[in-house]
């Protein structure tokens, strides 16, 4: 492969011109990371996000633009030595990736001119991975099967898988040139098993940073869980086994909205359905969007103001044993099915200390009681161990796992 | 439908605070037509592009980041009086999405903090709207059927169509947005046929304002006619029929990259199928991106600089008789397919006067001698007369072929 020697970062006016958005920076919201700078480059584009830190990032920070999702599967002759020349290139590629430099081997140049434009990269390895790398008694409890719930619809191909990355970027051009890279550099050890492309809003697009709407018009995120939360690391980060110290379990579903039969019931109906505003946000029970929710409280005739089934009542923490997790989904719509109805939906992505403690409680719940589930279809599912991140510079991830 | 009375303008500090980027304004580079304002609205959101105007919206304007591209089959009972109605309503409503109110009907709230972000819509007919809505006899000769050309592998399902519509936006949601308002609205008198998304780059994601990079890595658009060429509107625009005259012809080709073939060439071997530098877009000729091509150079060894099948040599006006278009495409990226290989490439969309002087000419020759093709799908197609613009405040869409 030949290269340029060609470095986007000189292009933005050199390293230290970039805007690094640390791990700490995470509980900012996305456009006041990204202030505009008239006079020097656009700050979207050279806004930065460390990869290196305690946790990988793209977990605490706020969603970019654009997220690309796949899963690989691990060649059979692979083996754990497969697996650990791939994650250091992959660790290497997203170093150089992260703050605008072209990758050193399958650099394809579909970013060529663009700045970091906020990219992460994130890893994590799926339940088979272990199997087929001799690892299985360095397995975590916490990456047990998920249960089959109600109404659950999923396809296999397009869930699971060996290993798992989330690509976020506010551009869609970077993003897709990390996945590209990624893909080259882990062949033939490793082939995409499926992949996934999701949306939120472009920085600057509100006039100023909010919860996000997912497409079926809802404020969505208002209860996540803030890094400044005192119990924030206790609910996102597990604390063990050893090499998975500082990491976290994700969730994925994909999640169909039927959204012709949900545009079709009157806003109020969907409001009850939610058990919030549909405008702002504000809870059926009064106040503004970040008033805490009166799951008592009642209407002038007596009945609840949040209904038994509002979606927000059932997936309440109090009413799941304190179950909670950070989520950070993406909405796709990825056309049209034969039946002419949209292809679309959420992303769902939910980082949590232990699956039994979060998704999995919270879905056995939602998936009996919530009216909000007669409107969705889960159509794929995965579950991965997120290891750490990395600390110094000559480690890469998982090596703890590897080398433990 | 219940609708709140709430203005999206209101939160960005009222209409007159948008940002107004006239089809005049087409000519400037989408980066500077949106100047950063850090001490008022977001200049991404608040940006706004005029539907009104002797063309649509949409056609000589900068790509925006997020493209949603769509066409409509009219239902056997609508007749020309269901088509005047459905354009009537989507006229009304792309007057107000484009200046960020909500929409009159079916308004679904995905994009209700956010501004217009540069929203256009554009509406356009397909050969077969004439028959159903018996108006055969105004059907322009320029929309006859396109030849078949070599390596077509053309899907009918996710072609053609009676109404195509195309939806930009720098953000993605208020392009999703867009889209399911103009498809409720348009039931039943029309359905979704196929529905497809893109990308371009993110503004502020480059330094500064550029020619955009395709799924293969090459600047893409360098030759492109500009609105300030003197012969721009002759190729672009068209002069009739008479219900025609300021509207133009647009060729849409989903073609497919085949990166895995394309990635595995080297760099330099990439460029010669091109005939231009890929880090800059120099012709192989000399100079750098905006120099004239010299198809005579030659390398010092007495071969051609510009190798006998490379893609701008065989593309070029001069050996096409003089044939232009003006090329706004976007870049998909929709998965895998079965066999691994990215479900990627170009959503090819060129706007003419007369394809008979446009696409036609230059497909023909490209599908035979270009060493571009050997990396290319061509998938689906379609070819839509795009009606003129609306000039005063009660006209709407197409009416001058329904009344004329």
Known sequence: MTTTGFSRRALLGGAGAGLAVGAAGGALAHAAAVPATPSGPPALGAARVDWQGPHQAGITQPQQARVQLAAFD????????????????WSQTIARLTVGEPAGNHENQIALDAGPSSLTVTVGFGPSLFDKTGLADRRPA???????FPLDALDPARGDGDLWVQIGADDALVAFHALRVLQQQAAPAATVRWQMAGFARTPGATAEPMTGRNLMGQLDGTNNPKPTDPDFAAKVFATGPDWMAGGSYLVLRRIRMLLDDW??????????????RKSDGAPLSGGTERTAVDLAGQNPDGTLAIPADAHIRVAAPAA??????????????????????PDAGLLFLAFQADPARGFVPVQQKLARADGLSRFLRHEASGLYAVPPGVAGGEGYLGQALLEG
């Open 142 to 148: 916490a990456l047990a099967p998920l249960p089959a």
């Open 263 to 276: 545009e079709n019931l009157p806003t109020d109906r969907q409001e009850r359905v939610i058990g919030r």
């Open 320 to 341: 799941n044993g304190g179950a909670a997790m950070l989520r950070r989904g993406f909405s796709y719509a990825d056309g049209t099915l034969p039946d002419g109805s």
């Open 74 to 89: 691990l060649a059979p002759t692979a083996g754990r030595a497969g697996l650990r020349g791939l994650l250091k290139e």
